[in-house]
């Protein structure tokens, strides 16, 4: 995961002394990686203490991890898809925009990507009775789809459309099982509320987030970030949608390796039924 991208996406969630750090670490990322915590601290003005809290909140184990991965970092800016397209613009223009912009936003969510925490995810899905899908609209496209994935290599996963019966089907969840959420914002209030029943009974939760301090990263026992690309007011999730996409195909690949031969017969099966249809 790139360490600058970490940094400045966290800036909604920091402290004052946070932002400071923050801010250096940006703006001087080689003198930095030189720095002890005790001398970063007195160039910004904050106790070593609080270096290597920043540290820990960047999910490394200390100042000394997050300098190894600052100094091997590289990130260019990432524009929004909303920034992108203008009046007017021809339509191979904006082919050509669409194309260079997804390919950064691609390369941004692999980078932002936590190894550990995909692979804990994994595991998860693997070992629970069934998988519990929550998402709305853009990202109840992306639940729909992975529901598909899973369906078709014998997992036991539910997903519906429609609201109620989303929650009329988490009633029946319990502690050997999974939800994953999916949701940009992290604040829709039914994927959350259902998130929230997940958690009191036990079940793992897992959500496909912006990397931001929402009320879903913080009931999610495993978080699985994308970037932050899109505003409030945005021409359509196209960004977060592909990005959770990503997220959502290496799980899937991630299950079906764990047992190939079972993985390569379940899709065999599929396929002889359907073409029963011809």
């Known amino acids: 995961m790139s360490c600058i991208y970490k940094i400045r996406e966290g800036m909604a969630s920091y402290t004052e002394t946070e932002k400071k750090l923050a801010d250096y670490l940006l703006q001087n990322r080689n003198e930095a990686i030189l720095c002890s915590a005790q001398t970063l601290g007195e160039k910004v003005g904050v106790s070593a203490a609080a270096v290597i809290r920043l540290s820990h909140k960047l999910g490394y184990k200390g100042f000394t991890a997050l300098k190894v991965d600052l100094a091997r970092d590289s990130t260019n800016e990432v524009m929004s898809f909303d920034d992108m397209i203008q009046e007017q613009d021809p339509m191979d223009i904006v082919v050509k925009k669409a194309e260079n912009l997804n390919t950064m936003l691609q390369n941004q969510a692999y980078r932002l990507l936590n190894i550990e925490d995909l692979e804990r995810a994994v595991q998860a899905l693997l070992k629970c009775q069934t998988v519990y899908l929550f998402g709305i609209s853009g990202s109840g496209i992306v639940c729909m789809d992975f529901m598909e994935k899973l369906s078709r290599i014998n997992r036991s996963v539910i997903y519906h459309s429609d609201l109620h019966d989303q929650f009329a089907a988490a009633a ?86 764990d047992n190939i031969e079972f993985t390569k017969e379940c899709l065999v099966k599929t396929k002889n039924i359907i073409t029963r249809l011809k």
């Not at 079940?203 to 505003?231: G, M, V, W």
């Not at 592909?242 to 991630?254: E, K, P």
């Open 172 to 257: 029946h969840m319990t502690k050997h099982d999974v939800a994953l959420a999916v949701s940009y914002s992290g604040k829709t209030h039914e994927v959350n509320t259902a998130m929230k029943f997940a958690k009191e009974i036990g079940a793992t939760t897992i959500a496909i987030t912006q990397f931001r301090k929402s009320p879903l990263s913080k009931l999610a026992d495993i978080p699985l970030y994308i970037p932050s690309t899109e505003r409030e007011l945005r021409l359509g999730a196209i960004a977060s949608r592909n990005a959770s996409f990503i997220v959502t195909d290496l799980l899937y690949m991630g299950i079906a390796k």
